[in-house]
């Protein structure tokens, strides 16, 4: 496309989707992913909310007075508040890829980098085809809601076949 072309597409849709949302409407071009299912990182937190503690509790009588060293130890409680209630992990299973928060940011798999997806009762673990990268979601360390974490890759799974519990591909024609 040219340069022209996109400009005159970009101003239609955009006068478009005001008028899209007047009326209630999406937006053109909106994506209607998948919901993230969002678990609660607990140990992190607890570890800022520890030091913190330990900081406020171990402050040195000569520095009873100093105001930097309190501002430290309310950053760290203030901190440790931030990752349990804002900063929580999640999984977005997409149509052709999977999603999820690592502490770098967003980490996107397609489906053809997917080598097994082993579900179990309180951990499910997506490994990858490099063979060395492996990401467990679980009950016990993120409180993710496991049923619905279980339902979703199974669903990725069969869509994709995707080997599901270390079972293999079927071989068609054998």
Not at 107 to 125: K, N, Y
């Amino acid at each position: 496309m040219s340069r022209k072309w996109e400009r005159m597409v970009e101003k239609n849709s955009k006068r478009m989707n005001q008028e899209r949302l007047r009326k209630g409407q999406a937006p053109i071009g909106a994506r209607d992913g998948a919901e993230p299912i969002r678990g609660r990182s607990w140990v992190f937190p607890l570890a800022l909310a520890t030091a913190g503690l330990l900081f406020g509790l171990t402050m040195p009588e000569a520095n009873a007075g100093d105001t930097l060293y309190q501002i430290t130890v309310g950053l760290y409680l203030l901190l440790a508040l931030f990752h349990f209630f804002v900063r929580r992990p999640y999984l977005k299973v997409g149509k052709n890829e999977l999603v999820w928060r690592t502490y770098a940011g967003d980490r996107t798999v397609p489906a053809q980098d997917i080598a097994t997806i082993l579900i179990g009762e309180r951990r499910s673990t997506v490994q990858l085809k490099d063979g060395k990268t492996k990401r467990s979601f679980s009950k016990a360390y993120h409180l993710y809601p496991m049923d619905r974490i279980n339902e979703a890759l199974t669903q990725f799974a069969y869509a994709h076949h995707i080997p599901l519990n270390g079972a293999e591909k079927e071989t068609v024609g054998a």
